[in-house]
């Protein structure tokens, strides 16, 4: 895996080469430039993942270079966290203002340092890649966490989540009570996760009605049972009294036919690395796709789930 590039822009050398220092033992490329200037030019030619930008320099201070670096098409998505004197409130509120992300006080403490990076590179990557509907991470953080759980050797559980009839329901309502759908899908999978007490549950949104969890494989049974329980509680309520009622959707098919569409429901397929080796975060995700294409065939109108039981 690639080093994250951080950019170090201060005009103080001795400043410098400790955060240079201290950042390269954390595991991180660095790039620095002495001045506003070639840290301008220094952003547009190595792409960095995030700018530590001293605010006080000569020419074009820090304030500047962030309002250039937010402006410029190239650079407009890279976190920025400046530095700045204890006594020079003022600039936090205009660096903040001009784009920045965040701030240090000088002098700092290494280890603040390195920790306020990960953070505002974690946050910065979170908001790239979030679902504008769900607000949850979209695919590459999932793929992200699916890798680094892997590479960590965690043991985890790997859960692709679809929806049933969900297109009949966005033909019959319209797209905007299909994203309520899609929203009170995420809130219900987010609940579960939450009552699992367990530190690293993660939920993602792929895009549209399907959805990534990942858990401790121990749960999967009462993940996917909970699941369903509280989506088909929830479902009904998001349907016209007699379509509720009745219990389907009454529509012209592809081919023009009237058919018959139950009420959505959620299908589940899940595998594991407890027993089976995954050593491609998209090997595991290709067999949890697999049990939910099966699990969407053997059960087209009532919410179900499916765990891999292979080993090897």
Do not use: W
């Not at 595991?27 to 200037?37: C, I, K, N, Q």
């Not at 692709?160 to 009949?168: E, H, R, S």
């Not at 996917?224 to 389907?248: H, K, N, Q, V, W």
């Not at 959620?266 to 090997?283: E, K, P, Q």
């Amino acid at each position: 895996m690639t080093a994250d590039r951080i950019l170090v822009v201060d005009n103080e050398a001795d400043i410098r080469r400790f955060i240079e220092v201290n950042l390269r033992l954390e595991g991180f490329e660095v790039v620095s430039a002495p001045d506003g200037e070639e840290g301008l030019a220094a952003a547009f030619e190595v792409d960095p993942s995030l700018v530590l930008l001293d605010v006080m320099m000569p020419g074009i201070d820090g304030i500047e270079v962030c309002r250039r670096l937010r402006a410029d098409p190239r650079t407009s998505h890279v976190p920025v966290i400046l530095l700045t004197a204890k006594s020079m409130t003022v600039d936090k509120v205009v660096g903040l203002a001009a784009g920045a992300d965040d701030y240090v006080l000088k002098p700092f403490d290494p280890m603040e340092l390195v920790a306020r990076v990960r953070t505002t590179m974690r946050r910065a990557a979170d908001l790239r890649g979030a679902s504008p509907l769900t607000g949850l991470p979209g695919n590459h953080r999932i793929e992200g966490e699916i890798a680094r759980r892997l590479d960590q050797g965690q043991d985890i559980a790997v859960a692709y989540v679809d929806l049933n009839n969900f297109k009949a329901y966005n033909d019959h309502y319209g797209f905007l009570e299909g994203d309520k759908v899609i929203q009170a899908t995420a809130q219900v999978l987010r609940d579960v996760l939450t009552g699992t007490a367990y530190a690293e549950a993660f939920l993602g949104h792929i895009g549209g009605d399907d959805f990534v969890m990942l858990f401790d494989p121990v749960q999967a049974d009462d993940v996917c049972s909970e699941s369903i329980r509280r989506f088909d509680e929830m479902i009904p309520t998001l349907y016209a009294p007699e379509d509720r009622e009745r219990g389907y959707l009454e529509l012209r098919d592809r081919r023009g036919e009237m058919r018959r569409f139950g009420l959505v429901s959620i299908a589940i397929g899940v595998t594991t690395n407890a027993h089976r080796t995954f050593l491609d975060h998209r090997d595991i995700v290709a067999v949890a796709t697999e049990m939910k294409t099966h699990v969407k065939s053997a059960h087209p109108d009532t919410s179900a789930y499916a765990l891999d039981g292979r080993t090897g």
